[in-house]
């Protein structure tokens, strides 16, 4: 079984990179990556988070940007969430993601600022919806790693 792998990108949020840590870690999340903090994000939120995970006994890895992180990690999958106006080209099937995850590590990337993923860092995975509403990046991770957990546990 391969690592579930949440990757918060472009963040300037302290808090925000607080919150994402605190949820992916109590909802299975293996590994939590961080790529291209700043501000106050890099400055406090990292910190945080890095506390966050040495006590939930998880990984967490800061990069400069995410083809940085995609060529540390090397996932099998690389999953892009995405509203389907700004480039998600079909909903995401969690049954897949989870079939992706028994042949190696998967990771799903949300942007921690607006406008999202830049167009050329989309290109770096596959650009997929959850639903067709703005959940922002806390909601996006919250329903993937509910929907990844529900799976799991029922398999």
Avoid at 9 to 19: D, F
Avoid at 65 to 77: G, H, Q, W, Y
Wanted: glycine letters at 10%; proline letters at 4%; aromatic letters at 6%.
């Amino acid at each position: 079984m391969g690592k579930l792998i949440v990757c918060l990108h472009n963040v300037h949020s302290g808090r925000k990179v607080e919150e994402i840590a605190k949820l992916s870690f109590s909802l299975g999340c293996d590994l939590l990556v961080i790529s291209k903090p700043s501000g106050t994000a890099a400055q406090v939120g990292v910190p945080i988070a890095s506390r966050i995970a040495f006590e939930s006994e998880k990984s967490l890895l800061v990069t400069r940007d995410l083809e940085e992180a995609i060529e540390v990690l090397n996932p099998r999958k690389v999953y892009i969430g995405e509203l389907p106006e700004r480039g998600g080209r079909r909903k995401l099937d969690y049954e897949e993601v989870v079939s992706q995850l028994e042949e190696g590590d998967v990771m799903f990337v949300v942007s921690g600022s607006p406008p999202g993923v830049s167009s050329r860092d989309q290109e770096l995975g596959e650009v997929v919806y959850l639903i067709e509403r703005d959940l922002g990046s806390i909601g996006a991770v919250a329903v993937f790693l509910y929907e990844i957990l529900k799976l799991k546990k029922e398999g």
